[in-house]
């Protein structure tokens, strides 16, 4: 029912800033009960960075608090990520995922990549 597209990875310095973006089609984003942020390094569990539940709150993990911000745009139908203060253990493929309300479903996009390597 819902599409998720990631863009904005690349290649940073420690130090340096990226925004990623998640453009959602099929279904309103203000319609979900939650829009996140996860990420998965090599080798690693994949874990939560950031989410929104919708209307209730915003909710970081403790290694990007403060560094990392999640918005996002209802007219376009996009979450953002926006990272600051980038460090090597960033690094990581990040992934756009939504969920729908009333134990639906979950979407996910195809993850883009994120490396911060000096």
């Known amino acids: 029912q819902v599409q998720l597209v990631e863009s904005g990875g690349g290649l940073v310095q420690p130090g340096g800033s990226l925004r990623l973006s998640c453009v959602a089609s099929?279904?309103?984003?203000?319609?979900?009960?939650?829009m996140g942020w996860y990420r998965q390094a090599p080798g690693k569990q994949r874990e939560l960075v950031a989410i929104?539940?919708?209307?209730?709150?915003?909710n970081y993990a403790d290694s990007v608090k403060g560094r990392f911000t999640i918005s996002r745009d209802n007219a376009k139908n996009t979450v953002y990520l926006q990272m600051n203060s980038l460090k090597p253990e960033d690094t990581a493929v990040y992934y756009c995922?939504?969920?729908?309300?009333?134990?639906?479903?979950?979407?996910w996009g195809q993850g883009t990549q994120v490396t911060v390597s000096s």
């Open positions: 929104i539940i919708i209307g209730v709150s915003i």
């Open positions: 995922n939504g969920r729908a309300g009333g134990y639906g479903p979950d979407y």
């Open positions: 099929g279904r309103s984003i203000s319609s979900l009960y939650a």
